[in-house]
Each structure stands twice: as structure tokens, then as C-alpha cells.
């Protein structure tokens, strides 16, 4: 079936530097995307979502960026800060409201 | 507003045993979904209902049963719980088509 970005690497960022979490997605029908975040023992929260009529979307220290051509997604976060570490989900929605989700990211930010 | 509400929050099974996870959101959402979430992987969709009356399978929909009771209830069953079924089990709610999914704190289940 159609997927979505099937691995978990873990991303080591020096707090302050800038973070870019990528994702591949398969299904070319996908119009929505979202990027969720995961902290321990919590649910998925929403960061920030982009429609595939869009390229690119930002919102507050985090930039979404959509290459339908090559299906990428990626996540981009301003000034990582420590309260970013946590484990970040990308997210496709396809016709009749069929939402799935990639493998995830875990961010760790380093004092 | 609780927004999604998941119950049990945790929960022991046997082998065989069967069980009911219930959902209920408040936000007066039209679409709902069930994901399994195993340790250090991604979410994987079970079932999800796009619209009160109406249930579709996801990606590992096997050894599950969903019923949509209402608007703001959707449950999940486990007729048959084996232990392949440990994990932890999220509820989600979207109000409309392109717009973002609310979760639930999810149900640790453990079947030994």
C-alpha cells in the first residue's frame, strides 16, 4: 500500500543551530501534509500543515517545505531550542480523509 | 473543551480475551481515525471513519473491529487479543477534509 517515509533516524542538533527533518512520501494523490510532534508518552501534536497547491509555508521558527516533483517533505526549525527534542511525525492525507504517517524522526538537542 | 478522550488509558489482557477501546471527541469533528503506535516506530492506521455511518480499513486493519456509534464516538475492538496486538492505541479526530488531526493521550495496551 501507499507509505509514508518508513524510517526513524535520530537527528543530534547543538541547541541554537537549525534543524531540517525530511520525508518522503509515495502516494502522488496526497493533497494535505502535516508535520506533528511526539514527546514521550504524549500524543502526536500539531506543528504545521501545507496544501500540495503550496511549495512552501512557515509559521513560528518552523518552515515547512513541499516538493511534489521528487514527493519530499521537510521540516525546518529556526534556533533549536531544548524543548524541541521529541520525536517529529509527517503526515499525508489522500482522498476520503485517509491519514498516514511516516516512520518519525527522533530530534535531540544537545546543551 | 477535553478535545479527544481515550478510555482505559491502560490496560492487561490474556491471550484469547476480548475488549473495547473507546474514543468520544467534542469538537463536533466529522472524521476519526484508530492508530497502533509500537515502541520506537511510526503511527500505523487501523480504521478510520470519514463521516458518521461510514468505516473503511487502513493499513493493518487484521484482528480489529471498529464501530462509528455516533458523531463523537468511535470505538475499537479486539475480539480475540494476541500479543501481537501490544501496543499503544491512539484516537484522533479532524473536523473536515485538509485540516489537522486532534489526538488522544492513547491506551497502553499489554496482551500476555
Known amino acids: 500500500g501507499e507509505s509514508v517515509g518508513l524510517h526513524l533516524p535520530t537527528l543530534s542538533v547543538q541547541e541554537g543551530d537549525n534543524s531540517i527533518i525530511n520525508c518522503a512520501y509515495s502516494n502522488s494523490a496526497s493533497d494535505y501534509f502535516i508535520w506533528y510532534k511526539q514527546e514521550s508518552g504524549k500524543g502526536p501534536q500539531f506543528i504545521i500543515d501545507?496544501?500540495?497547491?503550496?511549495d512552501k509555508r512557515q509559521g513560528q521558527r518552523v518552515t515547512v517545505l513541499l516538493n511534489k516533483t521528487v514527493k519530499h517533505l521537510s521540516l525546518q526549525i529556526a534556533a533549536t531550542q531544548p524543548g524541541d527534542s521529541a520525536v517529529y511525525f509527517c503526515?499525508?492525507?489522500?482522498?476520503?480523509?485517509?491519514?498516514?504517517f511516516g516512520g518519525g524522526t527522533r530530534v535531540l538537542v544537545k546543551p | 473543551n477535553a478535545g479527544v478522550t481515550q478510555t482505559p488509558k491502560f490496560q492487561v489482557l490474556k491471550t484469547g480475551q476480548s475488549m473495547t477501546l473507546q474514543c468520544a471527541q467534542d469538537m463536533n469533528h466529522n472524521s476519526m481515525y484508530w492508530y497502533r503506535q509500537d515502541p520506537g516506530m511510526g503511527l500505523r492506521l487501523i480504521y478510520y471513519?470519514?463521516?458518521?455511518?461510514?468505516?473503511d480499513k487502513g493499513e493493518v486493519p487484521n484482528g480489529y473491529n471498529v464501530s462509528r456509534l455516533n458523531k463523537r464516538e468511535f470505538s475499537l475492538r479486539l475480539e480475540s487479543a494476541a500479543p501481537s496486538q501490544t501496543s499503544v492505541y491512539f484516537c484522533?479526530?479532524?473536523?473536515?477534509?485538509?485540516?489537522?488531526?486532534?489526538f488522544g493521550q492513547g491506551t497502553r495496551l499489554t496482551v500476555v
Open positions: 484522533a479526530s479532524a473536523n473536515r477534509l485538509n485540516t489537522e488531526a486532534f
Open positions: 503526515a499525508e492525507q489522500a482522498a476520503g480523509n485517509k491519514l498516514t
Open positions: 501545507i496544501r500540495s497547491n503550496m
Open positions: 471513519s470519514a463521516s458518521e455511518g461510514t468505516t
